[in-house]
T-cell receptor, first 118, second 115 residues
Framework: GAGVSQSPRYKVAKRGQDVALRCDPI?????LFWYQQALGQGPEFLTY????????KSGLPSDRFFAERPEGSVSTLKIQRTQQEDSAVYLC????????????????FGPGTRLTVL | AQKITQTQPGMFVQEKEAVTLDCTYD???????LFWYKQPSSGEMIFLIY??????QNATEGRYSLNFQKARKSANLVISASQLGDSAMYFC????????????FGKGTHLIIQP
């Protein structure tokens, strides 16, 4: 079956531009997560959705970052007025259930969007 | 303080040998889950293995096993009979059920399998 897909795979933006990154989770997955991975680092959590509800946005680095999942499936991460420090790979992950205590909580990741801000 | 520590930035291993990737974690929660992911150069994070804090047996998935030592807060990944395709970054991650909803990752270990 299809895994998590993300688009675009690569995005180059000029400083100050707005960008929108799309994530298509695995069909039927309730939970959706966004992570930011800087070069040479592990991913860092940004935000979490359960269906269409954004339950945790504690990792969003500033109010320039905004995420939505209006119909509980596809999600968009928007970054306004991009800065050079926003350059990173943005990873999306989905899991079958809510953030429960079983192994089906395993998060499955997409290939990421590499954002370069010039 | 770091919640996930991976002390081996890089490792070189001969093909067909077993390899152990170290991971220690820090939490005051009693309920948590530990995960290992593989990230090849293509960038996708591939789930390998999961261990719950209440699981009494070490998790195994094919050539992967997790050496879980709860008292030492250690969750090392063991890969048996390494293959050239195992060359990748490996990340240890944790989710604390009383904490944020996302995973907390270590900095990773870059494993290179040599023929």
């Amino acid at each position: 079956g299809a895994g998590v897909s993300q688009s675009p795979r690569y995005k180059v933006a000029k400083r100050g531009q707005d960008v929108a990154l799309r994530c298509d989770p695995i069909s039927g997955h309730v939970s959706l997560f966004w992570y930011q991975q800087a070069l040479g680092q592990g991913p860092e959590f940004l935000t979490y959705f359960q269906n269409e509800a954004q339950l945790d946005k504690s990792g969003l680095p500033s109010d320039r970052f905004f995420a939505e999942r209006p119909e509980g499936s596809v999600s968009t991460l928007k970054i306004q007025r991009t800065q050079q420090e926003d350059s990173a790979v943005y990873l999306c992950a989905s899991s079958l259930e809510g953030t429960g205590r079983t192994s089906t909580d395993t998060q499955y990741f997409g290939p990421g969007t590499r954002l370069t801000v010039l | 303080a770091q919640k996930i520590t991976q002390t081996q930035p890089g490792m070189f291993v001969q093909e067909k040998e077993a390899v152990t990737l170290d991971c220690t974690y820090d939490t005051s929660d009693q309920s948590y889950g530990l995960f290992w992911y593989k990230q090849p150069s293509s960038g996708e994070m591939i789930f390998l293995i999961y261990q719950g804090s209440y699981d009494e047996q070490n998790a195994t998935e094919g050539r992967y096993s997790l050496n879980f030592q709860k008292a030492r807060k250690s969750a090392n990944l063991v890969i048996s009979a390494s293959q050239l395709g195992d060359s990748a970054m490996y990340f240890c991650a944790m989710r604390e059920w009383g904490g944020a909803d996302g995973l907390t990752f270590g900095k990773g270990t870059h494993l290179i399998i040599q023929p």
